[in-house]
């Protein structure tokens, strides 16, 4: 049975995308931590991080870190916080989360729901960043 996050790529369910490669996807958290939350996600369908090969994690990341430039650019933060927990789907996933401090990493701060409209605006404020910066992963 397919994971959560693999219907969401497939187009099965919502979601809101900002970044999309062959490998990769990016879309914001439907319980954002903070304003400009970010799920970065394999294509493939992998439990747990630690079993991902080892040329994919390290895409992973690096497209956490052009997410994490971008959501600073957007959001005018101190830092980009970096989560990767893998209890709440069996699919990796890494959280890449605007911070103004420490308190901001904490999954008890998560929304419990949040208005589609401020999601959309946060998207299109990390897509204005990753073009401006010239990254052609850009999802519409």
């Excluded at 799920?39 to 956490?64: C, G, K, Q, R, T």
């Excluded at 893998?86 to 990493?105: F, Q």
């Excluded at 204005?128 to 850009?138: E, K």
Aim: charged content about 20%; glycine content about 4%.
């Amino acid at each position: 049975m397919p994971t959560i996050f693999t219907r969401i790529i497939d187009g099965e369910l919502p979601g809101t995308f900002v970044w999309r490669d062959d490998r990769a996807v990016a879309f914001m958290s439907i319980n954002p931590i903070a304003r400009g939350h970010v799920l970065v996600v394999p294509v493939a369908e992998i439990d747990h991080w630690l079993d991902a090969a080892p040329e994919l994690a390290a895409h992973l990341f690096e497209v956490s870190r052009i997410i994490g430039l971008a959501q600073q650019a957007a959001f005018d933060v101190e830092r980009i916080g970096v989560i990767v927990a893998g209890y709440e789907v069996p699919h990796t996933h890494v959280h890449v989360i605007p911070t103004r401090s420490m308190a901001d990493l904490s999954f008890a701060n998560a929304a419990s729901s949040v208005d589609r409209a401020d999601l959309a605006a946060a998207a299109d404020a990390i897509r204005a960043a990753l073009r401006a910066a010239g990254h052609d992963a850009v999802a519409e």
